[in-house]
């Protein structure tokens, strides 16, 4: 008789903070959530539910703790646990996130979607050998979509098998001819020469997609056909077309995902006011900290960060953890503050002078020096991270800082043709990448004002023009001797999971210097825009 009243009440509870969720009455019902866990400590879905209400309400630290709760109870429930894993890599639990998956490869009797699932959280973390390992399985039990597929491809790649993913890519345009990603990725695995472009192919598709439409989807396809086509007739020095076939592509890609330059600067402005307070000297020693030493690599995407990443992570002591976004959501979670764009940013930058560094760094460390796999140093590989400068040397000032620069017009533009503008807005137009490299040039000059051994400045063009002694000097500034197999990128087996994977296994070349020229006349615009925010800065 008591557990049947118990079951109404709580029955009751839930209906209740339903209720109150569905009419945003958030604090209401995370008190009446609270007051179900509170009867049932047990119950994973009341947590789960209260997890979501704390961190819409921005106390992402309680959030936190619910959760991990919920992994001290986790059922064999594939689904739930899948949902729990996803939640725990936004919140930067990144270890909690490990052992669920481990919990999850144990369960019996998998679907070809849960593996594929898998897969791709896996792929997340950055476990890219083992997130091919699950979708080959995948693929194998009935995965068979485009987007399955093309997954499959582009972890072979990741792991260097360009044969592989070629083959897979090629099947799949054979069966999804309208597949825009698929082409995209296909045209990126080499050179194209006049007995191996498809431009007749790509014609044709474009040909039969909407040139106008409603729908994003079919829009974000259509630009990746004219990406496509910009890189083949790129390949071929057929300029004029290609720069046509880019700019099309950019604009769709613009209309899609819009550049946001008044919340660039926003955050840029943040950063610089707190420059001062950011870089004071601290009082009392500094933190000390024990095991492998996280290198971090900053700069401009397209700088040439994965190439020092691949030279570095050739050396004996060091490993590549690849592009992990650790450091930011650590950040999160010692201001309390969710993640939440532009406006979660700014508000950890408002509370940075009150954030506790010495637990920022144990938290960065405890999250990612698994990745060290038993090697003393460990890459950290996230452009964006320029940032996050000095908040690196206040939370772990033991850590070398690499700073990629790169020419301006060589950067810009290789940012420019990239086709990765539906992630990265600033990307799609010849103003806004100039924009964006303006900010970039703002805060690395404070940085050097303000801080001035906070990084190394590592000029690309040495990098490729002066390997030996580039490289002498960067692994000096980590504390560490010279290895002759640094200078050989191309040897390097380890996976690696960015835009420039295929051309990161070559040997050391200068080709990406100065091939912004090819389309001077068309990035003159882009130059002078440039010039006018850093006149010494372009040639």
Not at 72 to 91: F, G, K, N, S, W
Not at 385 to 404: D, G, T, Y
Not at 512 to 523: D, Q, S, T
Request: aromatic letters at 6%; one cysteine or more; a neutral charge.
């Amino acid at each position: 008789m008591n557990e049947q009243i118990f079951t109404a009440g709580e029955n009751r509870l839930r209906r209740r903070a339903r209720q109150y969720i569905d009419t945003h009455q958030l604090t209401a019902a995370q008190t009446t959530l609270e007051s179900l866990v509170q009867r049932l400590p047990g119950d994973v879905a009341a947590r789960m539910e209260l997890a979501e209400v704390m961190l819409r309400r921005g106390l992402l630290q309680a959030s936190t703790d619910q959760l991990l709760h919920v992994t001290q109870m986790l059922p064999d429930d594939a689904a739930l646990i899948t949902q729990l894993v996803q939640r725990l890599l936004h919140y930067g639990e990144i270890v909690a996130a490990r052992a669920c998956l481990d919990r999850l490869a144990g369960l019996p009797d998998q679907s070809a979607s849960m593996l594929a699932a898998q897969a791709h959280l896996r792929w997340r973390l950055g476990e890219i050998q083992t997130s091919m390992t699950l979708m080959d399985r995948a693929i194998a039990a009935g995965v068979d979509t485009p987007d399955g597929h093309h997954m499959h491809a582009m972890l072979a790649q990741f792991t260097g098998d360009s044969s592989r993913a070629r083959e897979i890519l090629e099947s799949c345009l054979a069966r999804w001819p309208r597949f825009g990603s698929a082409a995209l990725a296909l045209a990126d695995l080499r050179q194209q020469t006049p007995g191996t472009q498809h431009l007749e192919f790509l014609q044709g598709q474009l040909g039969q997609l909407p040139v106008k439409s409603s729908d994003p989807a079919e829009q974000l396809n259509r630009a990746r056909f004219e990406a496509t086509l910009f890189k083949e007739l790129d390949d071929l020095a057929r300029y004029e077309e290609a720069w046509a076939a880019l700019a099309r592509s950019n604009a769709l890609m613009g209309a899609l995902n819009p550049y946001d330059a008044m919340s660039e600067t926003a955050v840029t402005d943040a950063l610089i006011n707190q420059s001062e307070s950011l870089s004071a000297a601290r009082a009392g020693p500094a933190p000390t900290f024990t095991g492998p030493t996280p290198i971090f690599i900053v700069g401009m995407p397209r700088s040439g960060t994965t190439l020092l990443d691949r030279m570095l992570s050739n050396h004996s002591q060091i490993i590549s953890a690849g592009e992990i976004n650790d450091l930011l959501r650590q950040l999160h979670w010692v201001a309390d503050v969710a993640p939440s764009g532009i406006q979660g940013i700014l508000e950890v930058i408002r509370r940075s002078p009150n954030i506790d560094f010495a637990m920022l760094g144990a938290r960065y460390l405890k999250q990612t020096q698994w990745r060290a796999q038993g090697h003393a140093f460990y890459i950290d590989k996230l452009p964006i991270n320029i940032q996050m400068v000095p908040f690196i040397r206040r939370a772990l000032p033991h850590a070398p800082i690499l700073h990629m620069m790169r020419e301006p017009m060589d950067v810009c533009f290789s940012n420019l043709r990239a086709s990765f503008g539906d992630v990265s807005a600033y990307s799609n137009d010849t103003q806004t990448v100039a924009h964006y490299h303006g900010e970039y040039t703002r805060l690395t000059n404070q940085w050097r004002a303000t801080l001035p051994d906070g990084m190394l400045d590592v000029s690309y063009a040495s990098l490729v023009n002066e390997p030996d002694a580039a490289l002498r000097r960067v692994l000096e500034h980590c504390g560490l001797d010279v290895e002759e197999a640094c200078l050989h990128p191309e040897r390097n087996a380890a996976p690696v999971a960015t835009p420039s994977s295929v051309q990161v296994r070559e040997s050391i070349h200068t080709r990406g210097l100065g091939r912004w020229r090819h389309y001077a006349a068309h990035l003159e615009p882009m130059r002078r825009a440039i010039a006018s925010r850093s006149p010494a800065a372009t040639s």
